[in-house]
């Protein structure tokens, strides 16, 4: 294969948080093409895009394909738009990569975006790769639960190989659509954050007392009210956040992270970019991922998760499942409470203040066991078997 095709979850751009389309994206070791989420239906008011036609622009060696004004399914129920869609997109990219464009392009799609599937049905690529990479729908966002399950089943169904970041969502998939669903846990660049920086960004204060650094969404998924009772009873411990605010589901939820935020010993940094993010992680002392422990988390395969081991640093992972090849390099517990809680972050202090042997090498070594080329590799000879 010597084309990556991705129906991104985000804008190629974004920052403030990565994903795994874009690493997917990265990792591929031919040219990249990348295909931007469908616009929002208040992009006509503005008159930003064209009704038809597409846009495309070279960005990092990845062509940054940009998607015309969305056509609301109610006024599109024969697909005639999405299908004018398709044959604008199936130009460009005929023009891009040559006519034969299908016969070598890897064209791959996450359940973020279940939109792309009329796309994708009328533009039928012939090496279609279908990714579950979160239960996307027990997270308190609005989504027609029938139109999003109806896209990712006919997606299921169009594609060559489905695959899932963790054995929980790999079993609702194979309940689902009654075919075969491989398991494909998230990964990192090995290289990117193992590497020391001195890049340590604005508001990381130096101190003499630990600092214990959390780096990701900061959102509805975190357990505020976990995350509290360690600040308070640990005064004597920076507590650092990096990372884009996003979606908190109620207000309970908001007053809990309000709270957690208002304490003297926290400290917000903003969010960083995937640049700047190995300098926050590598001058922390001790790396944590508070989730709460629910279904979403139960599903999940944290980005950052991965991203801790290639720092090395001590490892508290609360709420999420561990693979069972780390689970000896993370202080975990997929069920927490406060006195579990508790026990996983003074093993981890006790590894920081050398009372322990130190699993730095472990961690990182494991890490590069689990890069994104690996998983990229690992869709392709699946694809060709």
């Given amino acids: 294969m010597n084309h990556w095709l991705t129906f991104g979850m985000s804008n190629y751009q974004t920052s403030g948080f990565s994903d795994t389309s874009r690493h997917m994206t990265h990792a591929f070791a031919g040219r990249r093409h990348y295909v931007e989420p469908p616009k929002p239906i208040t992009a006509w008011k503005r008159l930003d895009g064209h009704v038809v036609r597409w846009d495309y622009e070279s960005i990092e060696d990845v062509n940054r394909l940009i998607p015309p004004l969305p056509i609301p399914s109610r006024l599109d129920k024969f697909g005639v738009g999405a299908a004018l869609q398709a044959k604008?997109?199936?130009?460009?990219?005929?023009?891009?990569?040559?006519?034969?464009?299908?016969?070598?392009?890897?064209?791959?799609?996450?359940?973020?975006?279940?939109?792309?599937?009329?796309?994708?049905?009328?533009?039928?690529?012939?090496?279609?790769?279908?990714?579950?990479?979160?239960?996307?729908?027990?997270?308190?966002?609005?989504?027609?639960?029938e139109r999003t399950e109806a896209a990712w089943s006919k997606l299921a169904a169009q594609a060559n190989l489905v695959v899932a970041v963790s054995e929980?969502?790999?079993?609702?998939?194979?309940?689902?659509?009654?075919?075969?669903?491989?398991?494909?846990?998230?990964?990192?660049?090995?290289?990117?954050?193992?590497?020391?920086?001195?890049?340590?960004?604005?508001?990381?204060?130096?101190?003499?007392?630990?600092?214990?650094?959390?780096?990701?969404?900061?959102?509805?998924?975190?357990?505020?009210?976990?995350?509290?009772?360690?600040?308070?009873?640990?005064?004597?411990?920076?507590?650092?956040?990096?990372?884009?605010?996003?979606?908190?589901?109620?207000?309970?939820?908001?007053?809990?992270?309000?709270?957690?935020?208002?304490?003297?010993?926290?400290?917000?940094?903003?969010?960083?970019?995937?640049?700047?993010?190995?300098g926050f992680l590598h001058a922390m002392d001790v790396l944590w991922l508070p989730r709460k422990a629910n279904r979403a988390s139960a599903a999940s395969s944290p980005l950052k998760l991965f991203e801790y081991l290639a720092v090395g640093k001590p490892i508290v992972a609360l709420g999420v499942p561990v693979p069972k090849d780390v689970e000896r390099l993370i202080y975990h517990?997929?069920?927490?409470?406060?006195?579990?809680?508790?026990?996983?972050?003074?093993?981890?202090?006790?590894?920081?203040?050398?009372?322990?042997?130190?699993?730095?090498?472990?961690?990182?070594?494991?890490?590069?066991?689990?890069?994104?080329?690996?998983?990229?590799?690992?869709?392709?000879?699946?694809?060709?078997?």
């Avoid at 809990?256 to 993010?277: I, M, Q, T």
């Fill in 88 to 145: 604008q997109l199936d130009r460009v990219l005929s023009t891009i990569i040559g006519t034969a464009w299908r016969e070598n392009t890897v064209a791959y799609v996450t359940n973020w975006t279940p939109q792309f599937q009329p796309l994708i049905e009328k533009l039928a690529p012939k090496f279609l790769v279908f990714d579950i990479v979160d239960d996307v729908l027990s997270f308190p966002y609005r989504m027609n639960k």
């Fill in 168 to 278: 929980t969502l790999q079993q609702d998939a194979i309940r689902r659509w009654q075919r075969p669903v491989q398991v494909l846990s998230n990964a990192v660049d090995a290289d990117h954050f193992s590497t020391p920086s001195r890049n340590v960004p604005k508001g990381v204060q130096h101190s003499p007392v630990p600092r214990v650094g959390f780096a990701g969404s900061i959102n509805h998924w975190l357990d505020y009210e976990l995350i509290l009772h360690m600040v308070r009873a640990h005064r004597g411990v920076c507590w650092y956040f990096a990372g884009r605010r996003g979606h908190f589901g109620d207000v309970a939820t908001q007053r809990a992270h309000d709270a957690v935020f208002a304490e003297p010993n926290v400290h917000y940094v903003g969010e960083l970019s995937y640049h700047e993010l190995p």
């Fill in 333 to 385: 517990v997929e069920h927490p409470t406060l006195e579990n809680f508790e026990d996983c972050f003074q093993h981890a202090m006790a590894e920081y203040k050398g009372e322990s042997p130190s699993l730095w090498e472990s961690r990182r070594h494991a890490a590069g066991q689990r890069t994104w080329k690996q998983r990229v590799e690992a869709v392709i000879d699946a694809l060709m078997t």
